[in-house]
């Protein structure tokens, strides 16, 4: 685990000290769009973009399950990185194996954050929006790729589906905020804390959290009501890691996700949307957070449990 300093790799954690233990997640830097407007750096074509990402990775996971929503699947080509990420971070397997960095052929994810720009400073991380013309980085910020992806491609691929209504946006950005700052970062925010107020801080800040979640889904079927948004896609992928990982490696241990009969339910109706399933890898996640953060988990053991099954039908019809 490391990042970029006056261009080289350097090897180190989060440093929490200048915020009394707090882990404070770093801005993303690329944030450019694709588009056909007048001028647009990145304009709308097939097989000219490509996405980096991590199966284990929660915001690399918006992404895949956005691909697959918007049935971008013959559009934007994806390289997925190993499950482990050591001293030099994101790691891509020889190539010719599962893992291999498809375009390039490089070892590590760090070189082509340098390719695209020589002078990035900072922490290399997925999911990456990657222009093969340009040989460089559209943009590494998650929450924008999937809006991306939701409507940039419409007229290639004839899907319309809408994640994002306009008369939704506002109560939409209003609910992701909430979440984000609570929940999906929440769980990072409780399991890289380094001193017990800030653990204590976030880890009641998420409870209170779900708490809220389990009472809104018992009377709604989707966080927007009856309409199925990209507020749900980017809660499913933190809520399908929790009782892998967050519960026991982050110590986000006051219940299990499946102690609370609304939240699991609606995680299994949401895995079981066409496509969905061949997004998720918990084994694979498992490995790359218990095997990865050596200051949380020194022995990189992964635990065999719990045993999980998100095929089981759900309830959400009656809702
Ligand atoms: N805000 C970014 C966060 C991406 C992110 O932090 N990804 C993690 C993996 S889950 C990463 O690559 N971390 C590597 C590091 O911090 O060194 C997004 O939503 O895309």
């Known amino acids: 685990m ?64 956005f691909r697959q929503l918007k049935q971008l699947e013959g559009i934007i080509s994806v390289s997925v990185v190993q499950a482990q990420m050591l001293e030099n971070g994101w790691e891509f397997g020889e190539p010719g194996t599962p893992y291999e960095d498809n375009l390039y052929q490089q070892q590590y994810l760090y070189e082509l954050y340098l390719k695209s720009a020589s002078d990035y400073q900072g922490r290399v991380t997925v999911p990456v929006l990657w222009d093969k013309k340009t040989q460089t980085i559209v943009n590494n910020e998650s929450s924008d790729i999937i809006r991306i992806f939701n409507t940039a491609f419409n007229q290639l691929t004839g899907n319309d589906l809408d994640f994002y209504p306009e008369h939704l946006r506002s109560d939409i950005d209003q609910i992701n905020e909430r979440i984000y700052h609570t929940i999906n970062n929440g769980v990072y925010r409780v399991g890289f804390a380094t001193s017990q107020v800030a653990y204590e801080q976030a880890y009641d800040e998420l409870f209170e959290s779900l708490d809220w979640l389990e009472q809104h889904l018992s009377a709604n079927r989707y966080l927007m009501g009856d309409t199925l948004t990209e507020a749900d896609w980017r809660l499913l992928t933190t809520l399908l890691r929790f009782d892998a990982v967050y519960h026991g490696h982050f110590k986000c241990n006051r219940n299990k996700l499946n102690e609370f009969h609304h939240i699991s339910n609606y995680v299994r109706e949401l895995y079981q949307v066409e496509g969905i399933a061949s997004t998720v890898d918990i084994p694979y996640t498992k490995l790359h957070y218990y095997g990865s953060h050596r200051t949380i988990n020194p022995t990189l053991v992964v635990p065999k449990g719990p045993e999980q099954n998100f095929d089981l039908p759900h309830d959400r019809a009656s809702i």
Do not use: M
Request: aromatic fraction near 14%.
């Open 2 to 65: 490391g990042l970029i300093v006056n261009g080289k790799w350097v090897d180190n954690w989060y440093d929490t000290t200048a915020s009394k233990g707090k882990f404070e997640r770093q801005e993303s830097r690329f944030r450019a769009t694709i588009s056909n407007e007048p001028d647009s750096q990145y304009p709308v074509e097939a097989d000219r973009y490509h996405l980096y990402v991590s199966l284990a990775c929660p915001w690399a996971h918006r992404t895949l399950i």
